[in-house]
């Protein structure tokens, strides 16, 4: 039930920002529905693309790659789709929604702890204590299938307390000190590096997440969609990904 709330909340959102349709000339609204651990290298990313493309009216909406891949099959009026996993693309291009998607990034896990660590956690075996307090995605996303993943490489019961909606819900939660410890992307410990701390996973390794970005076949303006696919793929846009601690593909 969270997650068909989640999917048809995503899709009044972009519904209500899509304005009008797409050009030919690559002009017009162009809206991007991207995993919620792309949100600050995309923010970045979005600045060079309207820089490039004025006449583009460049639309993001972040969140849990599930609810979205569920919102593109549900009819969002969207034009790319990126996930934090294949397997969330694999529901779109499934459903006959998009084809060809590329691989523009990797990231893998580490583990956020509050500035100064003070329940202070040296690893994933602390993710069996029964005295902390711990955050994990919730498994159907992909942060949370990653750390289902590599808990079970590692061999650790892990005891988490919490299961996040999405890898940011995970994060803020260390940020405000309401849990010991989360497992989250590397990527968003480097984003904050004001309110948290990461503490490195040897395992983490094991477990890559590869990210695919596609341009949707009904997308309104497949010429700005491309574009900004394009700008993901350049040296541009990979040297942007790779600043913010993001894999190569």
Known sequence: MRRSFLALTALALVSGCSGNGGHEDGGGTVTVLAAASLAD???????????????????????????????????????VFAAAAEEQMAVVTGAGLASEPEIFAGNVLTIAVPE??????????????????????????????AAEELLGIAGVQARPDTYEEDVRAALNKVGLGEVDAALVYATDVAARPDRVDGVEVP????????????V???????????????????????????EAGFRAP
């Open 41 to 79: 290298v995309f923010d970045r990313l979005a600045e060079r693309f309207r820089a490039e493309n004025p006449g583009v009216d460049l639309r993001i909406s972040y969140g849990g790659s599930d609810g979205l891949a569920a919102a593109v099959t549900q009819g969002a009026p969207a034009d």
């Open 116 to 145: 100064g660590n003070p329940a202070g956690i040296t690893g994933l075996a602390d993710f069996a204590r029964e005295d902390l307090t711990l955050a994990v995605c919730a498994p159907e996303v992909p942060c949370g299938a």
């Open 203 to 214: 395992e983490a390794d094991s477990v890559v997440n590869d990210y695919p970005v596609a």
């Open 216 to 242: 949707l076949d009904d997308a309104p303006n497949r010429a700005a969609a491309r574009a900004f696919v394009e700008l993901l793929l350049s040296d541009v846009g990979q040297q942007v990904l790779t």
